[in-house]
Nanobody, 116 residues
Framework: QVQVVESGGGLVQPGGSLRLSCVAS????????MGWYRQAPGKQRELVAD???????NYADSVKGRFTISRDNARNTVYLQMNSLKPEDTAVYSC??????????WGQGTQVTISS
């Protein structure tokens, strides 16, 4: 069993910042990648950023320079620091964990709303 739990969403004004956290627990002996996806109302889910173990991080063009992904491997945790937030960043942000030999696991998501 693998559990993936996100936290840190909320309501922020444009230009503000938020930090999302995601913890994977259970049978997580070999995590290949951790990352963040988002889905806005009426749109398809899209990659925000991911961080494969030992490889370069990947970012969506729309968040480059504003968002930073980081991992704490000892805690099986991935973070997403989001700065200079825009209304178009409003979405449900979900954490995706890829575990070698086991598969892909998703969290339930956390709502991020950017509004004045």
């Amino acid at each position: 069993q693998v559990q993936v739990v996100e936290s840190g969403g909320g309501l922020v004004q444009p230009g503000g910042s938020l930090r999302l956290s995601c913890v994977a627990s259970g049978s997580v002996s070999s995590i290949y990648a951790m990352g963040w996806y988002r889905q806005a109302p009426g749109k398809q889910r899209e990659l925000v950023a991911d961080m494969p173990t030992g490889f370069r991080s990947n970012y969506a063009d729309s968040v480059k320079g504003r968002f930073t992904i980081s991992r704490d491997n000892a805690r099986n945790t991935v973070y997403l620091q989001m700065n200079s937030l825009k209304p178009e960043d409003t979405a449900v942000y979900s954490c995706r964990v890829v575990i070698t030999g086991r598969g892909v696991y998703w969290g339930q998501g956390t709502q991020v709303t950017i509004s004045s």
